[in-house]
């Protein structure tokens, strides 16, 4: 039997019996109509979990354990702010293939320019409750946006479309990799990524829609550090 997932404050489940978090006590009660008996499975957020059965209002903890499920290679997806609700697709799907950070930039043909403060919390809702869906260890980050030359570090890998050199899967498995808007990136920001010491790749000869990029080439990374063995 699957166990209902929640990532929840560390300091809400200390010591071995405590009372169910209050961030989650109305899904766990109200919601789902769990009870004495039950089990859950409670997330701090660190990598482990802690299986814990309720009795009389309280979680009682019966095993604490390494999340197996989460990737060993921390991968960063710095993603160019894209119109409508894309972004979020994009940080759901990526969160479940195993992406462990997200950077937001602002780029030349972005049609997007800024993000909300409440979109910003509803693309982190959106990342804990894939995290918790997917059974990770860790809910991604996503950080507010900045300008893409602040997201240039040596040995990430820009995806270019129809790039005539290395492909994703020819080159050592990148920390971070940085994927543009609807339109690409400009002329003047793929030479100024390559000064930074970026390396430029290609996902293959088809053109992807923006909000699959993330997936498909997270997916081509973890596959090459293990993951998908």
């Not at 693309?123 to 602040?150: D, K, M, N, T």
């Amino acid at each position: 039997m699957t166990l209902h997932r929640f990532f929840v404050d560390p300091a809400a489940m200390a010591g071995e019996r405590f009372a169910i978090p209050s961030a989650i006590e109305r899904q766990v009660r109200g919601v789902l109509r769990l009870g004495d008996g039950d089990r859950i499975v409670l997330l701090p957020g660190d990598g482990t979990e802690a299986v814990c059965r309720l009795a009389d209002g309280d979680c009682v903890v019966e095993e604490r354990r390494t999340v197996a499920s989460e990737p060993r290679h921390r991968l960063t997806v710095v993603q160019a702010l894209l119109k409508g609700d894309a972004l979020e697709e994009v940080v759901q799907h990526a969160t479940e293939v195993g992406v462990a950070r997200f950077r937001l930039v602002v780029t030349e043909r972005c049609v997007a320019r800024e993000l909300s403060a409440g979109k910003l919390e509803r693309l982190r809702a959106i990342v804990r409750e894939a995290a918790e869906q997917s059974e990770r260890g860790i809910v991604p980050a996503v950080e507010p946006p900045v300008a893409l030359s602040e997201a240039f570090e040596p040995g990430s890998v820009l995806l270019f479309e129809r790039h005539d050199g290395l492909g994703l899967a020819a080159i050592t498995p990148p920390t971070s990799l940085i994927i543009g808007p609807e339109g690409g990136f400009g002329d003047g920001e793929v030479a100024a990524a390559g000064q930074a010491g970026v390396i430029l790749a290609g996902l293959g000869p088809r053109i992807l829609r923006s909000e699959t990029v993330a997936v498909a080439a997270a997916a081509v990374v973890l596959s090459r550090t293990g993951d998908f063995a």
